[in-house]
Nanobody, 123 residues
Framework: QVQLVESGGGLVQPGGSLRLSCIAS????????MAWYRHAPGNQRELVAR???????NYADSVKGRFTISRDNAKKTVYLQMNSLKPEDTAVYYC?????????????????WGQGTQVTVSS
C-alpha cells in the first residue's frame, strides 16, 4: 500500500517561511498527481496546490505568488515552499497523491492522504 509521510510544519512568525515535504513509499506505484490541502478549524478542507507528473501546477488564489509546489520524482517527494506566511495560513496541511498501484497481478488506481502536519503562523 502507498503511504505518505509529511514533515516540516511548525510555528512561524507572520512573514516567515516554511517548507513542507511529503515522501511516498510502498511498493510499485506511480505518482500522477500530488497535492497539498489544508484544513483550518471551522473551515472545509481546501486545495492549496497541486502538481502533475508533467509538472503542471495550479494554486489556490489565496496562496498564489507566495507558495510554490515542486516534486522530485527520484525521491518520490513533493514539497511546498511557503513564503510570506500569514496568520490565515494556519491549518493542518495534508499531502495527497493519486496514481496507479501494482499488486503484481493487477493495477489499480489509488488516492492516499498523509497524516497531516500543523502549520501555525503567529507572533
Amino acid at each position: 500500500q502507498v503511504q505518505l509521510v509529511e514533515s516540516g510544519g511548525g510555528l512561524v512568525q507572520p512573514g516567515g517561511s516554511l517548507r513542507l515535504s511529503c515522501i511516498a513509499s510502498g511498493g510499485q506505484f506511480s505518482l500522477n498527481v500530488m497535492a497539498w490541502y489544508r484544513h483550518a478549524p471551522g473551515n472545509q478542507r481546501e486545495l492549496v496546490a497541486r502538481i502533475t507528473s508533467g509538472d503542471m501546477t495550479n494554486y489556490a488564489d489565496s496562496v498564489k505568488g507566495r507558495f510554490t509546489i515542486s516534486r522530485d520524482n527520484a525521491k518520490k517527494t513533493v514539497y511546498l515552499q511557503m513564503n510570506s506566511l500569514k496568520p490565515e495560513d494556519t491549518a493542518v496541511y495534508y499531502c495527497n497523491a493519486e496514481g496507479l498501484y501494482s499488486t503484481g497481478r493487477d493495477v489499480n488506481k489509488y488516492s492516499k492522504w498523509g497524516q497531516g502536519t500543523q502549520v501555525t503562523v503567529s507572533s
